[in-house]
């Protein structure tokens, strides 16, 4: 594609941004094994005294015992798995606009012979790339050890399958951030819609609780929202604990929203444009 | 090279109210304000010049800039650089002009000087080899190397210019808008600026729009000057038309023997026999004599002054150009007051002066 490379300096560019605070990575990544570690101890006693219920012993109960259809070996690796995903819709593209948006500074693009959610498209693919790497890549490689030990490899179709559908969050989490970020044109409150939506956006998505631990009804409705796309869709599509036509299902719904989420920032963005236009920057 | 016609921009405002219950009323009010920020105004700018745009603070420069650089639409009339229209053709004008906002860097923040500008390179496209070539002559005019390899948080503002000077520059473009370039910075690093804006126009030809509050960049840099008040065009020619126009009056200051003991009133009266308006009198330990170099000349004036005393020493100054643009601004705002025929066509206005 012309004119590609002078987007992919963003890349470089924002890569070595991130490397210059390395401080703030660090504590980003302990920051982010806490929920994880947090879930990881709690869902063993869940499991122990699940497996105690059912009459095994407490501490070899663990083992046996499914809970929703989750194992505790398949539970550990969904929880990795969160990791991995959150590591791939990581970033604050919607942040960084929020601040060109509330400080005029976006006009200037405007001045630039560039394509502004392009630019910002490849800047925020430096700052997931650095997380892939740091984080997903380590999670990824645990995710294997767990299940591989567990006997519950993933088949290659999982595989597959999982990596399209994690493709498709990261871009859906794109398209989704970008949107937010011009919110800051109607609100000028972004912090608290940021921190509010972060909040939602964990429980929803499926990071912090399976979806399938949801009551039915709470989770036939859930399925359907975007957060759903980013996280427990690709868990279940690589986890193989759907098959079929509901896996097919939500990978649909996931195209869909990546689909409906791109046109909605495409338009977004031209409503500001011609706002700026109109109204001055 | 730029031409502007009929330019007219009006912004669009949801109307508010005071206080409280007036905050509450917005919200559902339909009411708008119209506020016309640049108002009829043509233009044209050859290629190579170096234009001076004037303007009090709200006079509409700033929204003029951004009409030009294609970041605004005008709400009626053209603008047309290098035969683009920008607000049409945005991404192929804005790869053939520069940009720089005084008050505001367009360089990364976190990252050296030297990063900003690789990518810039990057987003403009330039030749390795052209790069090499335009950073060796930007570091010679605007002496980069000393803070090449520092973050743009931890420059001055003085390098921060420079150094936004030659982000604006490294695709070399055909227009350059300087909205504000010497603002906060002092007396060198201002000079400095100047003789790379002086060297970049010289050396590539560049043409220039420069914005300034500072009279003193516009006498140094443009021959040809703009001033816009209230949106309006109120003069466009230039700097020793609007002298002859304006700038008439001279002051001569002059150190004399026996200055304790002399006595002005007959020096006086002999001026006002050359031109009826000038005046001679004694200010601190200056004798000074003022007069309008239209009416009488200045040999004359000097023959009267080495007549009635002795002269140690003595200066000619010319009337600054921060008085002859404050008097441009009173008869537009005069005109605007006086007949609304005169104002209602800044032409017309323009001719007048």
Known sequence: MAGLRRYLAFTRNSFARILSYRATVLMYVLGGMTQPLILFFLWRAVFAGAGAAEGGTAAGGAAGTVINGFSFPQMVGYLLFTVLAGSLIYGNADEVIANEVMDGSIAMNLARPLDYRRRIFFDHLGEVLYNFIAIGLPALALVFVVLGSAGRFPSAANLALGALSLAMAFFLNFYYRFSLGLMAMVTTNMWGLTRLEAVVANFLSGALIPLAFFPVWAREAVQFLPYASLVYAPAMAFLGMLRGAELLRLLAVQAAWVLAFRALSGAAWRGLTRRLAINGG | MIRVDGLCKTFKAPKRFPGLRGAVKGLFSREYTYTTAVDDVSFRIAEGEVVGYIGANGAGKSTTIKMMTGILTPSAGRVTVAGVVPYENRMLNASRIGVVFGQRTQLWWDLPVSESLSLLRDIYEVK??????????????????????????????????RADLAASLIHRPKVLYLDEPTIGLDAIVKERVRGAVKELNRSYGTTIVLTTHDLADIEELCRHIIVIDRGRKVYDGTLPELRAAYGRGRTIRAHIAGFASFDPAALDAALKALDPGASARKEADELV?????????????????????????????????????????????????????????????????
């Open chain 2, 289 to 353: 004599a003022r007069f309008d170099a239209s009416a009488t000349g200045i040999a004359k004036v000097v023959q009267a002054l080495m007549a009635a005393c002795e002269i140690a020493d003595y200066t000619v100054e010319e009337t600054p150009i921060e008085d002859i643009v404050k008097r441009i601004y009173a008869e537009a705002r005069r005109d605007v007051v006086a007949g609304d025929s005169v104002a209602g066509d800044p032409a017309a206005a323009a001719g007048r002066i």
């Open chain 2, 128 to 161: 390795p080899a052209e790069y090499q070539e335009r950073l060796a002559f930007l570091n010679g005019v605007l002496e980069l190397d000393e803070f090449m390899m520092s973050p743009v948080r931890t420059l001055s503002l003085g390098q921060r210019m």
